[in-house]
């Protein structure tokens, strides 16, 4: 398996080459050259296993440069019952017929991101002693993140944590959790602003490529397309928990500011999971929604960037909306680095309104 970028720098990467990267030189986000696609035969041999054997045979078609053994004991260490305080480690609730709830918060700060970035802890620590090297981790968060990456990484060999946050824009739970590691390896810088801004100087410091590897930065923003695929594993468990046969379709409301989690099960569904609907919650920060009721995305300034109680969600610029983008233009990198570079930088917006590859995105049952 190889992987380009969104914007269409020519070299092809393997997987461990982008999990020490992060975000393409051109500026672009990793996606793997195609999804593999499951079938009948395969989703009935994975109905019965547990959630570790489950992410080993999801993440093994997207990863080749482990070793199977190695990637399979990594799955192991990273989802027991006692990290996540259940075997299921993403039970689904049933509250009335046809409607469940993913429990998504049983990690170590109650975060849905504990489920990718313990898994990304224990990859970066395996690849890194592998090679013998260093790596400094630059990261953003409105408050989910940063706990969840911190705990993940504290301790890690080889690793330093600078993570970032909007200063005074934080849940006072999420900032006590961050801010009382005494971990070595952990560092945290509060901005003046919102997480946008944070965003900004992670995209920049990625896109120098010499100051990234004189430095050895990487990121586990889900910019990472580490933390992404680790999030397709559970789209796969809530669909077999919730189904007896692959015939059934199922929808999943996911809500969204950095469009990380729902891009998750937009891969699902590329790679053929019977989803039928993904629905994008957002709170007052609706950038996301009014790009997918009008075609307009438009990014929010400082000013226009409202402070919820959801703070996790007051993002107005979701960086993972490019993969989306990428696949729904037919995987065109010509345009979309013309739409995520030229025109958002210039004017701050694109519309894809007229563009039938939308229209028939918005005309979906």
């Not at 919820?308 to 065109?332: C, H, Q, W, Y």
């Not at 917006?349 to 918005?362: I, K, T």
């Amino acid at each position: 398996m190889h992987y380009i970028s969104t914007r269409g720098r020519p070299e092809r990467r393997k997987f461990c080459e982008i999990l020490l990267e992060g975000l393409a030189p051109d500026g672009g986000l990793y996606v793997p050259e195609n999804y593999p696609l499951v079938d009948d035969v395969m989703l009935n041999r994975w109905r019965g296993l547990s959630y570790p054997d489950l992410a080993f045979e999801i993440l093994s078609l997207y990863i080749d440069d482990i070793p199977p053994a190695d990637l399979k004991a990594i799955c192991a260490k990273t989802y027991t019952s006692k990290v996540f305080g259940t075997d299921r480690i993403t039970p689904v609730r049933t509250l009335e017929t046809g409607l469940h709830v993913a429990e998504l918060s049983n990690g170590p700060t109650l975060a849905f991101k504990d489920i990718a970035m313990q898994l990304l802890g224990n990859l970066l620590e395996y690849e890194l002693a592998r090679r013998g090297e260093q790596l400094n981790i630059l990261g953003a968060t409105s408050g989910d993140t940063g706990s969840a990456a911190e705990y993940a990484m504290r301790g890690k060999k080889g690793i330093r944590v600078f993570m970032m946050s909007p200063h005074g824009r934080m849940s006072a739970f999420q900032q006590a959790q961050m801010f009382s590691l005494q971990d070595a390896n952990i560092n945290n810088i509060a901005i003046e602003g919102v997480f946008d801004d944070c965003q900004d100087i992670v995209k920049a410091v990625s896109g120098d490529t010499d100051f990234k590897q004189r430095h050895r930065i990487g990121a586990v923003n889900s910019i990472n397309w580490a933390r992404l695929v680790a999030q397709v594993v559970y789209y796969f468990s809530a669909y077999f928990q919730v189904t007896e046969e692959n015939s059934s379709k199922v929808n999943f409301a996911v809500p969204s500011g950095n469009f990380g989690n729902v891009c998750a099960g937009h891969v699902a569904r590329m790679m053929e999971l019977p989803i039928s609907r993904l629905v994008v919650a957002t709170n007052e920060n609706d950038v996301l929604d009014e790009f997918f009721r009008t075609g307009v995305y438009r990014v929010r300034g400082r000013a226009g960037t409202f402070e919820t109680s959801s703070p996790s969600m007051d993002i107005s610029k979701a960086s993972n909306l490019e993969r989306f983008v990428f696949d729904l233009l037919g995987r065109d990198a010509s345009r979309t680095r013309s739409l995520f570079d030229d025109q958002l930088r210039e004017s701050g917006s694109f519309d894809l309104s007229g563009d039938p590859a939308f229209v028939q995105v918005a005309e979906f049952p």
